[in-house]
Every structure is written in C-alpha cells, then in structure tokens.
C-alpha cells in the first residue's frame, strides 16, 4: 500500500511539472480542425438520450475534466479500546482509556470534474495512508479494596483507507472556490492491546493482550477551499472527519504465563484531519 501511495505522489509530481511548463507544445487537437458530425439532422444519438435525463448539458461549455491529487496533512487520531461483552465497557471495572495523538497522513486521488443538474461536481478515488499510532498511559481506579492501578499499551499501525468521494463545488471568484461532501470505502490498521496490573492491590502478573488486523467500512465528510493557480493547477486546502467502524477482537487473559479466559476488546479510531492537496487537470496532455 505504502509503495503505491509513493508512485501516485510521483506521478502528481511529474505532472505538476509539465503543466506548470505551459501547454505549448504542439498544435491541440482542435486546431487540426472541427470534428466531423456523422449525425443526421434531427437525430438523436444513444448518447444524447442517456445525458439528459440525469441532467447533463450537451454545450459547448460544460467540462469533463480527469484530474489527479497529491495529499498530505495531519491526522489529529483517537484509538478508543473499551472492554466488556461486546467490546463496549460494560462490565469492566477499569474501562481503558482512549488513545490521543497526531499522525502524518499522505496519498493520492484521481477524479473526474463535471457539471450535472446544472452544479460543479467532482468524483473521485482516493487512497490514503496514516502514521502509526502508540500510546502507553495508565489509570488509577477506586475499588472496594483499594486502588487498583493499570498500565495500557495500545496501536493501530500501518493504517490505510481507500475511499470513494463526491464533491459540490461552489464557485465564489473566477479562480476561488468552496466545496463539501464526503466518501465511502474501506480502511483497517493493525491493531494491538495490553491491558497490564500495576498496583498491589491487582493481582500480580495480570494482564489482558490482543493482536488483530482491521479491515471494515470506512467513511468521511468535510469541506475546504481551492484555489486555480492556472487553468490546469488548483491549490486545495480542507478538513475532513474520518472514522473507521468499530471491530471487536479477543483479548487472552492471564496470571503471566498461565491462560486464564478471555474478554472481548473493542478498537474504534476516528481522525479531525486538515489536509493540503495540489490537483492537477488533464495531467497527460503534454504527454500525447
């Protein structure tokens, strides 16, 4: 996953190199003359009748333009791990407490700009990848007894997501604009937790441990502003809210070494993300 994110970025940046170059490298396809229409006066082609009902213009005007996109940004992430039957707290006199930290995000998007009832939109596929995240950190909880104190280790490594998006388009000046939407897909991380007794009133050598690998229903939404340097190079910034659906996974419990039951571990991670992307329009026209 890391090594396609890696070409993606490589090809975004070849191609911002060659538009920012200009566009004069050869007579377009225009110039070689107007296309010849083959259809018959009053006729309409199989594709005219698909366009208009969903409301697709058929003028001159209306772009269809591919773009591609690098991103980079930060991730502000929660790893959430409650414990209980089902993985939601119930029943666990010390409930672990989430996991807070910032993560370096990157990728890519491929997408295709166009107008339909009579709106900008945009369509596209983005890939994504994020940090690690490793927290320890430890609890002090009141019991009958005494205080009881634990120590938690939890991550979520190697996170990816690939999502489907679609964007509104809101044009405020000849080259800035606002956009919203969100996405739907995929994303996973491997997850690991330990659940460890610190205090003497928690019986030595206690400990609760899983290692599982997340893959589920991913999904995000959010907003932000472009900016078109150039007819085919846009600046974009955003922040979109980014959430994994919550997995369960079996922790073995245990007096180090001997096995003694198990307990059902939850792992939620959710992310504010604020993002910087460079898109790129018709990023293979100096290349025909």
């Given at each position: 996953m890391g090594r396609l994110f890696m070409v993606l970025a490589a090809v975004v940046c070849t191609c911002a190199v060659r538009a920012s170059?200009?566009?004069?490298?050869?007579?377009?396809?225009?110039?070689?003359?107007?296309?010849?229409?083959?259809?018959q006066p009053g006729e309409a082609s199989a594709l005219d009748d698909l366009i208009e009902p969903v409301g697709l213009s058929r003028g001159e005007g209306v772009a269809r333009r591919l773009y591609v996109a690098g991103i980079i940004g930060g991730s502000f992430a929660t790893l959430a791990t409650p414990l209980g039957p089902n993985g939601n707290g119930t029943g666990d006199p010390s409930p672990s407490p989430a996991a807070n930290q910032s993560l370096f995000t990157a990728g890519g998007a491929i997408g295709l700009a166009f107008e339909a009832l009579d709106r900008d939109w945009r369509v596209e596929f983005e890939g994504r990848s994020r940090d690690n995240l490793v927290s320890q950190r430890g609890t002090t909880f009141e019991a009958p007894i005494g205080l009881e104190e634990w120590r938690f280790t939890s991550s979520a490594k190697n996170g990816w997501s690939t999502l489907v998006n679609i964007w509104r388009d809101y044009q405020a000046t000849d080259r800035l604009s606002l956009y919203l939407g969100g996405g739907i897909g995929g994303g996973g991380y491997r997850f690991s937790y330990l659940k460890q007794s610190a205090g003497e009133f928690v019986p030595p050598n206690y400990q609760i441990a899983t290692t599982n690998n997340v893959s589920t229903f991913a999904w995000q939404a959010g907003g932000g502003t472009a900016y078109a340097i150039t007819d085919r190079i846009t600046l974009d910034i955003g922040y979109r809210y980014f959430q994994?659906?919550?997995?369960?996974?079996?922790?073995?419990?245990?007096?180090?070494?001997?096995?003694a039951g198990s307990e059902v571990i939850g792992s939620a991670f959710s992310a504010s993300e604020l993002f910087f992307a460079v898109r790129i329009y018709e990023p293979f026209r100096n290349w025909r």
């Open positions: 170059a200009g566009d004069d490298v050869g007579p377009s396809i225009e110039a070689l003359g107007a296309p010849i229409d083959f259809q994994i659906a919550n997995s369960t996974s079996t922790g073995v419990i245990s007096y180090v070494p001997v096995p």
